[in-house]
């Protein structure tokens, strides 16, 4: 994963599941920047800290540059349009994002960012995706449907990541119950892991449900995603600075969006499973 999966309580409990960026349905009404908080940093614009290197999530159409898409940055615009102001990309490193908030460089980050502990003692979290394990496998497959035909069958992941450990607990949940374990096959580059099944090394690779995508879309039609066999036990949010009257604006704005179906649209738009749009506890 190129987070880390870490587990914490919501500072904001939001429903979504929302529809293309830019869509004239996207409201019931065409918004007008009447709807736009007042806490924004410059009035008619939505300023949004992004990094856009990790597709479908956030990229940038030509490789290097140009105006960042993906369900992220799409999702971003789609709320700008929603408070009837314009969506304004300020491009950071990963490790900038935060700082870009705290510097009041933007108004919130979307950026395929965890929730977790350590993120909310300085911003408030607004889930809207959830995230899991995912498998990918040769096209055509179809051998394994449940957890329990994992049993015997040689999985490729990245070593030393959350995607491993699952593997190992699944294993050993499998020998526990008296059959064959999963044989792990760990290597440092998820090119590797693709590698592996495409040259039949293994019968499938786990990987982020994300991630999986664009290694899908990178295989030239030799791969597709395998069935949904694990729980999707992270969340995706937008972040806000701490404490923000923005946090309240950002969570009515994301069901907004979920109750008129933009983000549903949206991740099927980049091929990601609309049901994992976060609907709130």
């Known amino acids: 994963m190129r987070k880390l999966l870490l587990s914490g309580l919501l500072a904001v409990a939001v429903s979504a599941a929302v529809s293309a960026c830019g869509s004239a349905d996207a409201t019931e009404a065409k918004p007008t920047s009447e709807n736009a908080p007042g806490s924004l ?42 408070w ?60 394994i449907k449940t957890p329990e035909d994992l049993s015997g069958k040689t999985l490729a992941v990245l070593a030393g990541g959350a995607n491993e450990e699952t593997l190992k607990k699944v294993s050993a949940d499998l020998e526990a119950s008296g059959k064959p374990g999963i044989k792990i096959q760990s290597y440092p580059q998820n090119m590797q892991t693709a590698a592996a099944v495409l040259n039949g090394k293994a019968d499938a690779l786990i990987e982020t449900d994300v991630s999986a995508v664009d290694v899908v879309q990178k295989s030239g039609g030799k791969l597709e995603a395998g069935p949904s066999i694990f729980e999707a036990d992270t969340q995706f949010a937008v972040y806000t600075t701490k404490g923000s009257a923005l946090t309240a604006d950002v ?31």
């Not at 290097?64 to 992220?72: K, L, N, V």
């Open 41 to 82: 940093l410059k009035a008619g614009e939505l300023a949004i800290c992004i990094n856009p290197e990790y597709p479908p999530m956030e990229y940038s159409e030509t490789g290097t540059s140009g105006q960042p898409i993906g369900f992220d940055a799409d999702s971003a615009a789609a709320l700008a349009e929603h």
């Open 84 to 143: 009837g102001v314009k969506p304004r990309f300020s491009v950071s490193s990963f490790d900038g994002l935060m700082p870009a908030l705290q510097a009041k460089r933007c108004d919130l980050i979307w950026s395929g960012l965890y929730v977790n502990e350590a993120r909310q003692k300085v911003a408030d979290a607004s889930p809207y995706l959830l995230t899991g394990p995912a498998l990918v496998v040769a096209k055509g497959s179809d051998t």
């Open 251 to 281: 969570a009515t704005g994301l069901k907004a969006l979920a109750d008129n179906g933009t983000l549903a649209k949206t991740a099927e738009k980049y091929s990601m499973d609309p049901t994992r749009i976060y609907q709130g506890k």
